[in-house]
């Protein structure tokens, strides 16, 4: 297996531009999570879905879209870049208890 | 306001020290997990806890989750360099038929040689 896999691993955008981030999994698990990271404030949840189809926001999910037609996949949309969403994403996915997280995209928007 | 508090938030030790986290929250939880974090990957589970007042061990870390299952610490005894990273702690809760997952800011461990 290769657990969660997240692409790219880094990106520099420009304000206004556009982007999605990948984020698969191939444990078969329904929940699948974004957040971001940002230093000194732990994790916080952007997006999650509880299985194809259905998804709802988390704590900051302004700026942001997701959308999750498979169970593996879990797409999230950056559609208007901005400085403040300069930050390392994770893709997270959910078996019985524990949260296995992808290695992670670093952006900058500038 | 946070839902779960993590001290202290940076650590700086020399290997062989002790040390103890505490992770503290007013609400009460399912279950609470560790995670490990080194830097440019992502988190790693290192243990689950579910019962009140139960104590985990995974070799040199204790882990253990307070009574009311409001509160957890983690103890690391005798710290090598590979210990090394950001804890992260994380309460769960089923909100309707919804799984959730809150995480506290973190503890930045450094262990010198």
């Known amino acids: 297996n290769a657990g969660v896999t997240q692409t790219p691993k880094f990106r520099i955008l420009k304000i206004g531009q556009s982007m999605t981030l990948q984020c698969a999994q191939d444990?078969?698990?329904?929940?699948m999570y974004w957040y971001r990271q940002d230093p000194g404030m732990g994790l916080k949840l952007i997006y999650y879905?509880?299985?194809?189809?259905?998804?709802d926001k988390g704590e900051v999910p302004n700026g942001y879209n997701v959308s999750r037609s498979t169970t593996e996949d879990f797409p999230l949309r950056l559609e208007l870049a901005a400085p403040s969403q300069t930050s390392v994403y994770f893709c997270?996915?959910?078996?019985?208890?524990?949260?296995?997280f992808g290695p992670g995209t670093r952006l900058t928007v500038t | 306001t946070q839902l779960l508090e993590q001290s202290p938030q940076f650590l700086s030790i020399q290997e062989g020290e002790n040390l103890t986290v505490y992770c503290n929250s007013s609400?009460?939880?399912?279950?609470l997990q560790w995670y490990r974090q080194e830097p440019g990957e992502g988190p790693v589970l290192l243990v689950t806890?579910?019962?009140?007042?139960e104590v985990k061990k995974l070799k040199r870390l204790t882990f253990q989750f307070g009574d009311a299952r409001k509160d957890s610490s983690l103890h690391i005894t005798a710290a090598q360099p590979g210990d090394t990273g950001l804890y992260l702690c994380?309460?769960?809760?089923?909100?309707?038929?919804?799984?959730?997952?809150?995480f506290g800011k973190g503890t930045l461990l450094t262990v010198n040689p």
């Open positions: 997270a996915s959910t078996g019985a208890y524990e949260q296995y």
């Open positions: 444990m078969n698990h329904n929940y």
């Open positions: 879905s509880v299985g194809a189809g259905i998804t």
């Open positions: 609400s009460v939880f399912s279950s």
């Open positions: 806890v579910v019962t009140g007042g």
């Open positions: 994380a309460g769960t809760r089923t909100i309707g038929s919804n799984y959730k997952l809150t």
